[in-house]
């Protein structure tokens, strides 16, 4: 017997939201880490919000969906919205009911801000480590750093003179024609963006283009390869290994640290800087640099060396990650703190991935 295409809902329905999620679902095991740590910043959430008032978006369901856009690569929080009015699995995840209404774009916006102004980003990435860190994940010891480029949000054609004369020759007509800067000088020290002038107009190398950039640093502990710290800078020649120290400088402990990273650190001033500091450089050879390498034999005789030069290329992993699932390849918002934030997010994101795989790899019952 054929059925009949049509719909009949029930007026009543005892489905819960937990019903239409499967039970391995990779989300669940990411869920339990994330409220864990939400828990745990309860206090740093009484400090920025007020006592009386109109309710806000609850910061732990701010966060849960800010977390969404990224493991999904939602382009846009107008799109993220969209599609939490429909996805089940959204709206499980971030803590709404089937009835809650779905906050506009506008609004959610806003009290996202708010917690990028106070910083509650880093506070969650910091808490998600010290739960890495009570399970047994972190390395003390051994660590890898590395950088990569983060494309500005802003064209070359707000890169302008400071001294607000103008060097752009149109080459063609119409409203948006292309300019030409053949010929013309165009620096750091003369120019700045208009549309965002904490972006830097850097080259990765010679074979590359100059884009508006910045400069995402991460240290990985080399255990688990988890991201214990991560920090965006202006894109310069130095701030890859300016970033590296200052993260080092944030490592815990006196005691003997090794850390692995690749040609770029090959530098006496950065060699010089992690031996004041206990910190033996497993840095990468740069023979072909003038003068030749800052590494020599009494570094790289040792198998602790080889090891560390095999492990640091997890870090690209991160990165990887990052930029096809992240979308951090270029950034979204302006701003030296505010594409930090974002950066931190991400790779607080990607940490969460990890962990919910080293984890959960065994059954929960199982474990208990």
């Known amino acids: 017997m054929r059925g009949a295409d049509g719909i009949q809902e029930s007026l009543f329905t005892v489905a819960k939201l937990d019903d239409f999620v499967p039970a391995d679902h990779p989300l669940r095991s990411i869920r339990i ?31 849960r969906a800010l977390l969404v856009q990224v493991f999904y690569s939602i382009r846009s929080e107008r799109q993220l919205m969209e599609q939490m009015r429909y996805n089940l699995l959204f709206r499980w995840f971030v803590g709404l009911s089937l009835e809650d209404t779905v906050w506009n774009h506008s609004v959610f916006s806003k009290n996202r801000d708010r917690l990028f102004e106070n910083e509650v980003i880093e ?53 948006n024609a292309q300019a030409d800067w053949k010929g013309k000088p165009r620096s750091n020290d003369t120019h700045a963006s208009t549309t965002d002038p904490d972006a830097r107009l850097y080259r990765k190398s010679n074979n590359t283009a100059s884009i508006l950039s910045y400069q995402g640093h991460v240290l990985m502990e080399n255990r688990s390869g988890l991201v214990v710290s991560a920090v965006v800078t202006h894109a310069d020649g130095t701030g890859e290994r300016e970033a590296a120290i200052r993260m080092l400088d944030c490592v815990p402990g006196t005691h003997s640290k090794t850390v692995g990273a ?3 650190y090959d530098t006496a001033d950065f060699i010089a800087a992690c031996r004041q500091r206990k910190v033996t450089p497993h840095v990468a050879q740069n023979d072909g640099r003038r003068g030749g390498s800052a590494i020599d034999g009494r570094t790289t005789r040792h198998d602790g060396y080889r090891i560390s030069q095999i492990i640091r290329k997890r870090i ?25 934030q974002q950066f931190k997010l991400t790779m607080t994101a990607s940490n969460l991935t990890r962990m919910a795989r080293i984890l959960f790899a065994v059954p929960h019952e199982v474990r208990q």
């Open 33 to 63: 880490l994330v409220n864990e740590a939400l828990v745990r910043l309860n206090s740093v959430f009484n400090m920025i919000y007020a006592e009386r008032g109109r309710d806000s978006i609850a910061p732990e369901k701010l966060m």
């Open 262 to 264: 690749d040609k770029a």
């Open 316 to 340: 690209e992993e991160h990165f990887g990650w990052g930029k096809t699932v992240g979308r951090i390849r270029q950034t979204v918002f302006r701003g030296l703190r505010r594409v930090d």
């Open 123 to 175: 506070s969650f990435f910091t808490e998600v480590m010290r739960q890495a860190d009570r399970q047994g994940l972190l390395s003390k010891e051994h660590f890898s750093v590395d950088g990569t480029l983060i494309q500005a949000w802003a064209s070359q054609k707000s890169f302008r003179p400071k001294d607000g004369s103008n060097d752009q020759t149109p080459n063609g007509g119409g409203r």
